[in-house]
T-cell receptor
Framework: DAKTTQPNSMESNEEEPVHLPCNHS???????IHWYRQLPSQGPEYVIH???SNVNNRMASLAIAEDRKSSTLILHRATLRDAAVYYC????????????FGPGTRLSVLP | GAVVSQHPSRVICKSGTSVKIECRSL??????MFWYRQFPKKSLMLMAT?????????EQGVEKDKFLINHASLTLSTLTVTSAHPEDSSFYIC??????????????FGPGTRLTVL
């Protein structure tokens, strides 16, 4: 099963860091981990992706466990605009092919 | 950045009619396009993958004769919902990927099309 597991929902206060966990215990050695987020009635937006090493970009950081069976998306300072559904996706190669979306985590950010 | 558009953004049609949804990559060539369906408060479900100039590959359980996909150029893919019924009402989202430059490891998603079948 290529799906990942995530908590259904999480809450955070504005300006605080948020750690969104994801389990992908059956991941294979060549699968990439992608994170996307979706606002209501919009298409998903790319956040970050990685393979083995931790990754940073202007939006977030991605921490990947050494055994690659789990990862954590880190938003360093949550804003109200970060409220969205966050999807952790196992991709079968680095060309964005064969995305299988799990149910995602609905993040609420409290002012 | 890479932009994907969809048209129309929303459509309402009568049961039994066919509806065509367009997906365009505006500033890059999309070697592969994907079509997803999303029901309210549910996740995205991949319907089919299409490569330019070849037949689409449909996911299990998706009727290829009902959801016709055409990917005739590197910037345009269309999804036609034939003989639509109320249960086809959903949010349809396309995405595109490209082997060009450094963006090939992402899927770029369109804004979605809300289909309501009366």
């Amino acid at each position: 099963d290529a799906k990942t597991t995530q908590p259904n929902s999480m809450e955070s206060n504005e300006e605080e860091p948020v750690h969104l966990p994801c389990n992908h215990s059956t991941i294979s050695g060549t699968d990439y981990i992608h994170w996307y987020r979706q606002l209501p009635s919009q298409g998903p937006e790319y956040v970050i992706h990685g393979l083995t090493s931790n990754v940073n970009n202007r939006m977030a950081s991605l921490a990947i466990a050494e055994d690659r069976k789990s990862s954590t998306l880190i938003l360093h300072r949550a804003t109200l605009r970060d409220a969205a559904v966050y999807y952790c996706i196992r991709a079968r190669d680095n060309y964005g092919q064969n995305f299988v979306f799990g149910p995602g985590t609905r993040l609420s950010v409290l002012p | 950045g890479a932009v994907v558009s969809q048209h129309p953004s929303r459509v309402i049609c009568k049961s039994g009619t066919s509806v065509k949804i367009e997906c365009r990559s505006l500033d890059f060539q999309a070697t592969t396009m994907f079509w997803y369906r999303q029901f309210p408060k549910k996740s995205l479900m991949l319907m089919a993958t299409s490569n330019e100039g070849s037949k689409a590959t449909y996911e299990q359980g998706v009727e290829k004769d009902k959801f016709l996909i055409n990917h005739a150029s590197l910037t345009l893919s269309t999804l036609t919902v034939t003989s639509a019924h109320p249960e086809d009402s959903s949010f349809y989202i396309c995405s595109a990927s490209s082997s060009e430059a450094v963006s090939y490891n992402e899927q770029f998603f369109g804004p979605g099309t809300r289909l309501t079948v009366l």
